[in-house]
């Protein structure tokens, strides 16, 4: 009987972020899209930046598509709240050019696992 006990008490429901259930969730999820969606054009206009809108739209769709198989309630509040945090300072232009910018990094060549080639990357 007591490790019944001792498993009810550490198993406890979560208490909700913002969300009460999944479709609410999404229908936060979806308000953040649109919000970055429309703003698009004066991202472009105020940072000067050398994309245009369709390439914007990519990076944003990316972006959703990457957190699209999270299904805990919890965590996608979270990740709405981060982006509502990110939409602010691209907004008040608390960020840079540098800033927006850096989401089109091209830092996405791995870097090498295997012995020979990290001793070939380290000759470079």
Request: proline share 5%.
């Amino acid at each position: 009987m007591a490790a019944k006990e001792t498993v009810k008490t550490i198993c406890r429901n979560a208490r909700p972020v913002m969300s009460s259930d999944l479709t609410e969730a999404r229908r936060r999820a979806l308000g953040l899209y649109r919000a970055f969606y429309r703003y698009i054009p004066y991202i472009i206009k105020y940072f000067d930046i050398p994309k245009n809108e369709q390439d914007c739209r990519c990076k944003l769709r990316e972006y959703f598509y990457k957190h699209a198989c999270v299904t805990d309630v919890r965590v996608i509040d979270i990740l709405v709240i981060k982006g509502y945090m990110e939409l602010k300072e691209v907004t008040h232009l608390w960020q840079q050019k540098g800033h927006v910018m850096s989401h089109w990094n091209p830092s996405a060549e791995p870097k090498p696992c295997d012995f020979l080639g990290k001793f070939l990357a380290g000759m470079d």
